[in-house]
């Protein structure tokens, strides 16, 4: 995080951090507000990508609903954190981000 800080204050370009929403995991209100109090811990110049989960087959994550997403979003704004919800395309097909991944390469990559 001392490297974001530095970043910013070097640039004056915000950093933007990918946050995976995962049901029951970490999408509550108060997972929200823990985010919100590190980020301005550090600083400013900080913006949230909020990802709800794509679900997958053999995973034991599952997405979290819109209104868990909506929630953890209007706790972030509460604490003047910008936000933004990635949107997502090809759900319906299991063409969604990751989901394709899991459908053809069920083996991990070798190193």
């Known amino acids: 995080m001392k490297d974001c800080k530095d970043y910013f204050e070097e640039t004056g370009r915000r950093v933007s951090?990918?946050?995976?929403?995962?049901?029951?995991?970490?999408d509550s209100p108060e997972h929200a507000s823990e985010l919100a109090n590190m980020l301005h811990h550090w600083g400013r110049g900080h913006h949230v990508n909020l990802i709800p989960f794509n679900p997958v087959a053999d995973s034991d994550f599952q997405r979290p609903y819109k209104k868990a997403v909506?929630?953890?979003v209007e706790?972030?704004?509460?604490?003047k954190v910008t936000t933004s919800i990635r949107q997502t395309r090809g759900l319906d097909a299991n063409a969604a981000c990751g989901q394709l991944r899991n459908e053809f390469q069920k083996l991990p990559?070798?190193?």
């Open 70 to 72: 909506m929630a953890f």
């Open 17 to 26: 951090f990918e946050y995976t929403l995962l049901a029951g995991v970490n």
């Open 109 to 111: 990559l070798a190193a």
């Open 75 to 79: 706790v972030l704004e509460r604490h």
